[in-house]
């Protein structure tokens, strides 16, 4: 089992930004890839970032590519999402997330992560 819990979130302009935080406890940190999600409302849930186990490989969402920047720090059990340049469409839930995967593997399929936390809300003011 693996518990995250999210942090970071809040109001900021257009053009602002913020870092997501993503604190992980219980199973071995370095043995999940890691992703991030959002979900604006009446919207379905939607990749953002995702990053392999050692930090080597990273994928991002074509709506944030040049924007965001994930990383994460093994010996802290967190993951971070650094947002820069934020726009209104940014404005959603934010969701970090743990899949069991080889070491250089990532994945932008919501599906196939196991463990979710509880959402941090990110409002971009126009």
């Known amino acids: 089992q693996v518990q995250l819990v999210e942090s970071g979130g809040g109001l900021v302009q257009a053009g602002g930004s913020l870092r997501l935080s993503c604190a992980a406890s219980g199973r071995t940190f370095n043995n999940y890839a890691m992703g991030w999600f959002r979900q604006a409302p009446g919207k379905e849930r939607e990749f953002v970032a995702a990053i392999s186990r050692s930090g080597g490989r990273t994928s991002y969402a074509d709506s944030v590519k040049g924007r965001f920047t994930i990383s994460r720090d093994n010996a802290k059990n967190t993951v971070y999402l650094q947002m820069n340049s934020l726009k209104p469409e940014d404005t959603a839930v934010y969701y970090c997330?743990?899949?069991?995967?080889?070491?250089?593997?990532?994945?932008?399929?919501?599906?196939?992560?196991?463990?979710w936390g509880q959402g941090t809300q990110v409002t971009v003011s126009s």
């Open positions: 997330a743990a899949v069991l995967l080889p070491i250089r593997a990532i994945t932008s399929d919501g599906k196939a992560y196991d463990y």
